[in-house]
Protein backbone atom coordinates (compact mmCIF):
# COMPACT_ATOMS: atom_id res chain seq x y z
CA UNK A 1 0.00 0.00 0.00
CA UNK A 2 2.93 2.39 0.75
CA UNK A 3 4.55 1.50 -2.38
CA UNK A 4 1.79 2.17 -4.67
CA UNK A 5 0.59 5.40 -2.79
CA UNK A 6 4.38 6.74 -3.13
CA UNK A 7 4.45 6.00 -6.96
CA UNK A 8 0.90 7.71 -7.19
CA UNK A 9 2.76 10.61 -5.52
CA UNK A 10 5.47 10.47 -7.84
CA UNK A 11 3.27 10.44 -11.03
CA UNK A 12 0.86 13.76 -10.05
CA UNK A 13 3.91 15.11 -9.16
CA UNK A 14 5.96 14.82 -12.76
CA UNK A 15 2.12 15.62 -14.13
CA UNK A 16 1.94 19.08 -12.08
CA UNK A 17 5.37 19.92 -13.19
CA UNK A 18 4.71 19.02 -16.94
CA UNK A 19 1.29 20.70 -16.75
CA UNK A 20 3.21 24.30 -15.15
CA UNK A 21 5.87 24.20 -18.44
CA UNK A 22 2.50 24.43 -20.59
CA UNK A 23 1.65 27.57 -19.11
CA UNK A 24 2.38 31.06 -19.83
CA UNK A 25 5.34 32.05 -17.30
CA UNK A 26 7.38 29.71 -19.39
CA UNK A 27 8.70 27.86 -16.25
CA UNK A 28 8.59 24.17 -16.91
CA UNK A 29 10.38 20.77 -15.38
CA UNK A 30 13.86 22.14 -16.79
CA UNK A 31 13.57 25.27 -14.46
CA UNK A 32 13.50 22.60 -11.62
CA UNK A 33 16.59 23.17 -9.21
CA UNK A 34 16.99 19.52 -9.64
CA UNK A 35 15.84 16.51 -11.11
CA UNK A 36 12.41 15.98 -9.60
CA UNK A 37 12.38 12.47 -10.60
CA UNK A 38 15.65 11.45 -9.27
CA UNK A 39 15.45 13.24 -5.85
CA UNK A 40 12.09 11.52 -5.15
CA UNK A 41 13.40 8.29 -6.29
CA UNK A 42 16.25 8.14 -4.29
CA UNK A 43 14.53 9.15 -0.73
CA UNK A 44 11.54 7.15 -0.93
CA UNK A 45 13.08 3.74 -2.65
CA UNK A 46 14.79 2.95 0.79
CA UNK A 47 12.21 3.28 2.36
CA UNK A 48 10.27 1.25 0.10
CA UNK A 49 12.58 -1.39 0.66
CA UNK A 50 12.73 -1.11 4.41
CA UNK A 51 9.20 -1.10 4.74
CA UNK A 52 8.72 -3.92 2.70
CA UNK A 53 11.37 -6.04 4.49
CA UNK A 54 10.02 -5.12 8.06
CA UNK A 55 6.27 -6.40 6.22
CA UNK A 56 7.75 -9.92 5.53
CA UNK A 57 9.29 -9.54 9.24
CA UNK A 58 6.64 -9.14 11.37
CA UNK A 59 4.32 -11.36 8.91
CA UNK A 60 7.10 -13.99 9.50
CA UNK A 61 7.08 -13.63 13.06
CA UNK A 62 2.99 -14.07 13.33
CA UNK A 63 3.20 -17.20 11.66
CA UNK A 64 6.17 -18.65 14.03
CA UNK A 65 3.71 -20.34 16.07
CA UNK A 66 1.36 -21.52 13.05
CA UNK A 67 1.17 -25.62 12.79
CA UNK A 68 1.18 -24.81 8.85
CA UNK A 69 4.68 -25.61 8.28
CA UNK A 70 4.17 -24.48 4.58
CA UNK A 71 3.11 -21.40 4.72
CA UNK A 72 5.49 -20.82 7.27
CA UNK A 73 8.54 -21.67 5.09
CA UNK A 74 6.60 -19.75 2.25
CA UNK A 75 7.14 -16.31 4.54
CA UNK A 76 10.49 -17.14 5.51
CA UNK A 77 11.35 -17.66 1.91
CA UNK A 78 9.67 -13.94 1.25
CA UNK A 79 11.51 -12.78 4.00
CA UNK A 80 14.95 -13.93 2.87
CA UNK A 81 14.23 -12.28 -0.49
CA UNK A 82 13.80 -8.77 0.90
CA UNK A 83 17.49 -9.17 2.09
CA UNK A 84 18.81 -8.37 -1.49
CA UNK A 85 18.69 -4.65 -0.62
CA UNK A 86 21.00 -5.06 2.47
CA UNK A 87 25.19 -5.56 1.86
CA UNK A 88 26.51 -9.23 3.02
CA UNK A 89 27.30 -7.89 6.21
CA UNK A 90 23.91 -7.03 7.19
CA UNK A 91 22.22 -10.04 5.64
CA UNK A 92 24.68 -12.24 7.82
CA UNK A 93 23.54 -10.14 10.97
CA UNK A 94 20.35 -10.89 9.96
CA UNK A 95 20.16 -14.51 9.57
CA UNK A 96 22.42 -14.70 12.50
CA UNK A 97 18.95 -12.88 14.26
CA UNK A 98 16.60 -15.97 12.32
CA UNK A 99 18.18 -18.59 14.35
CA UNK A 100 18.23 -17.05 17.47
CA UNK A 101 14.73 -16.30 16.80
CA UNK A 102 13.94 -19.93 15.74
CA UNK A 103 16.22 -21.47 18.79
CA UNK A 104 14.05 -19.19 21.04
CA UNK A 105 17.33 -17.37 22.09
CA UNK A 106 16.40 -13.88 20.48
CA UNK A 107 14.39 -11.21 22.54
CA UNK A 108 11.65 -9.25 20.71
CA UNK A 109 10.78 -5.68 21.50
CA UNK A 110 7.58 -4.03 20.73
CA UNK A 111 8.08 -1.83 18.05
CA UNK A 112 11.77 -2.87 17.09
CA UNK A 113 12.15 -3.40 13.57
CA UNK A 114 14.41 -6.04 11.51
CA UNK A 115 16.62 -3.50 10.76
CA UNK A 116 16.85 -2.25 14.52
CA UNK A 117 18.07 -5.91 15.53
CA UNK A 118 20.13 -6.10 12.63
CA UNK A 119 21.91 -3.12 13.80
CA UNK A 120 22.13 -4.30 17.12
CA UNK A 121 23.53 -7.31 16.51
CA UNK A 122 26.38 -5.46 14.74
CA UNK A 123 26.82 -3.63 17.46
CA UNK A 124 26.94 -6.00 19.71
CA UNK A 125 29.60 -7.95 17.90
CA UNK A 126 31.73 -5.17 16.98
CA UNK A 127 32.02 -4.54 20.95
CA UNK A 128 32.81 -8.31 21.58
CA UNK A 129 35.10 -8.44 18.97
CA UNK A 130 37.02 -5.28 20.50
CA UNK A 131 36.99 -6.32 24.04
CA UNK A 132 38.47 -10.00 23.04
CA UNK A 133 41.40 -7.66 21.17
CA UNK A 134 41.67 -5.89 24.26
CA UNK A 135 41.91 -8.72 26.60
CA UNK A 136 44.45 -10.84 24.25
CA UNK A 137 47.04 -7.97 24.14
CA UNK A 138 46.12 -6.01 27.15
CA UNK A 139 45.84 -3.00 25.18
CA UNK A 140 44.04 0.19 25.40
CA UNK A 141 40.19 -0.76 24.86
CA UNK A 142 38.92 2.63 24.74
CA UNK A 143 41.37 3.42 21.97
CA UNK A 144 41.31 0.74 20.02
CA UNK A 145 37.33 1.54 20.38
CA UNK A 146 37.49 4.88 19.01
CA UNK A 147 39.90 4.17 15.76
CA UNK A 148 37.37 1.76 14.89
CA UNK A 149 34.58 4.34 14.85
CA UNK A 150 36.84 6.34 11.90
CA UNK A 151 36.66 3.56 9.73
CA UNK A 152 40.55 3.83 8.73
CA UNK A 153 42.50 2.95 5.43
CA UNK A 154 46.10 2.53 4.70
CA UNK A 155 46.79 5.69 3.74
CA UNK A 156 45.36 7.65 7.23
CA UNK A 157 45.73 4.82 9.85
CA UNK A 158 48.99 6.75 11.56
CA UNK A 159 47.69 9.85 11.20
CA UNK A 160 48.56 11.84 14.43
CA UNK A 161 50.46 9.20 15.45
CA UNK A 162 47.77 7.02 16.75
CA UNK A 163 48.09 3.79 15.43
CA UNK A 164 51.48 3.73 17.06
CA UNK A 165 49.94 4.86 20.15
CA UNK A 166 47.70 1.59 20.13
CA UNK A 167 50.80 -0.48 19.34
CA UNK A 168 52.38 1.24 22.33
CA UNK A 169 49.52 0.58 24.67
CA UNK A 170 50.08 -3.39 23.84
CA UNK A 171 51.08 -5.99 26.71
CA UNK A 172 54.18 -7.41 25.18
CA UNK A 173 53.89 -10.58 27.55
CA UNK A 174 51.02 -10.86 26.42
CA UNK A 175 51.01 -10.41 22.81
CA UNK A 176 53.92 -13.39 22.78
CA UNK A 177 52.03 -16.07 24.70
CA UNK A 178 49.35 -15.34 22.42
CA UNK A 179 51.26 -16.34 19.40
CA UNK A 180 52.90 -18.71 20.65
CA UNK A 181 49.94 -20.36 21.96
CA UNK A 182 48.84 -20.31 18.40
CA UNK A 183 51.84 -21.65 16.42
CA UNK A 184 52.71 -24.08 18.95
CA UNK A 185 56.15 -22.87 19.16
CA UNK A 186 58.50 -20.55 20.58
CA UNK A 187 58.40 -16.74 19.05
CA UNK A 188 60.92 -14.22 20.15
CA UNK A 189 60.24 -10.52 21.67
CA UNK A 190 61.04 -8.98 17.93
CA UNK A 191 58.81 -11.39 15.95
CA UNK A 192 55.69 -11.08 18.64
CA UNK A 193 56.36 -7.26 18.22
CA UNK A 194 56.44 -7.41 14.48
CA UNK A 195 53.21 -10.11 14.11
CA UNK A 196 50.76 -8.35 16.42
CA UNK A 197 51.36 -4.87 14.69
CA UNK A 198 50.37 -6.84 11.26
CA UNK A 199 47.19 -8.33 13.14
CA UNK A 200 46.36 -4.69 14.36
CA UNK A 201 46.60 -3.14 11.52
CA UNK A 202 44.55 -5.82 9.48
CA UNK A 203 42.15 -5.57 12.70
CA UNK A 204 41.31 -1.77 12.16
CA UNK A 205 41.34 -1.66 7.86
CA UNK A 206 38.75 -4.71 8.17
CA UNK A 207 36.70 -2.86 11.04
CA UNK A 208 37.49 -6.16 13.21
CA UNK A 209 36.62 -9.89 13.14
CA UNK A 210 36.90 -12.17 15.75
CA UNK A 211 40.66 -13.11 17.02
CA UNK A 212 40.99 -16.89 17.63
Known amino acids: MK ?126 QIKKAASIFGLDENLLRELIKLRLTDGNINEFGRFDRLITSVDRAKARAYFEKVEGKTVSAFAASSKVSKLLREFLLKGGFDIE
Open 3 to 128: KSLILMFVFFAATIFTACGDGSSGGGVDDAPYDLDGYLTEIDTGMIDSDYMNSRFEKYLKLLDSSEAGTKEEALNELHKSFATLTQEEQRYANIFLRDIQRGEAELMVGETLRDYISAYQIGEKRA
